[in-house]
């Protein structure tokens, strides 16, 4: 049984994954079966991932886009699942500059930059492919910010506010015992100038 299968076509690259993995598993084999697909292209593609026997985390979405970041014409567009996603993300691909307000009502996953003197309110979690130089508002206080990189920035979760200055890579943004927390969410190991990375948390 193939357990991931990739449909490259001229406007698509679609990924079906027809077995339950585990996380690093999965991950490895989409990257090792990327590797022998001609994905680099002057046009751009949608990338549609099909899962059938799994259910599928936010964590794991954020790592399959972690693997396409790098690939400008490719996006991923659609997940088609028979279960369940364990949290509806909304995806948003942009900077918000300064001037603009962002207002979500759900998990939002952001690739871009949320620049200084802008400002997203969100209603779930947020994940942030890119930089947070400006004013995040995170609505319930249960829900964490996953970024890759801060600093110059004004966080609010759930009430409770904090000011991050300092620059500061890979970090997990969260409440407890009614004050703000961070912690690096990704291990990252070098291997010939590149780091291969992991979610954890």
């Given amino acids: 049984m193939e357990y991931i299968k990739i449909v490259n076509s001229d406007d698509k690259l679609k990924i079906i ?3 339950k993995l585990d996380n690093i598993e999965c991950l490895r084999l989409i990257k090792e ?3 022998k697909v001609f994905v680099y292209s002057n046009k ?4 549609i991932l099909e899962v059938f026997s799994r259910n599928f985390t936010s964590k794991e979405v954020l790592q399959l886009f972690d693997i396409f970041e790098t690939l400008d014409n490719y996006l991923i567009s659609k997940i088609i699942s028979r279960k369940k996603i364990k949290e509806e993300i909304a995806i948003i691909k942009g900077n918000i500059r300064n001037g603009e307000v962002g207002i979500y009502d759900k998990s939002i996953l952001f690739i871009g930059n949320i620049n200084r003197g802008s400002k997203i309110i969100c209603a779930g979690n947020l994940y942030v492919l890119g930089k947070i130089n400006g004013e995040i508002e995170i609505i319930n206080s249960e829900r964490k910010i996953y970024c890759e990189e801060i600093s110059n920035a004004l966080v609010k979760i759930g009430g409770v506010y904090q000011i991050y200055t300092d620059n500061l890579y890979d970090q997990m943004i969260y409440l407890e015992n009614n004050k703000m927390k961070n ?13 291969d990375s992991c979610y954890i948390g």
């Fill in 183 to 195: 912690i690096e969410y990704r291990i990252g190991e070098k291997n010939n100038g590149k780091s």
């Fill in 44 to 47: 751009r593609k949608e990338v």
């Fill in 17 to 19: 994954l027809n077995e």
């Fill in 33 to 35: 079966r990327l590797e």
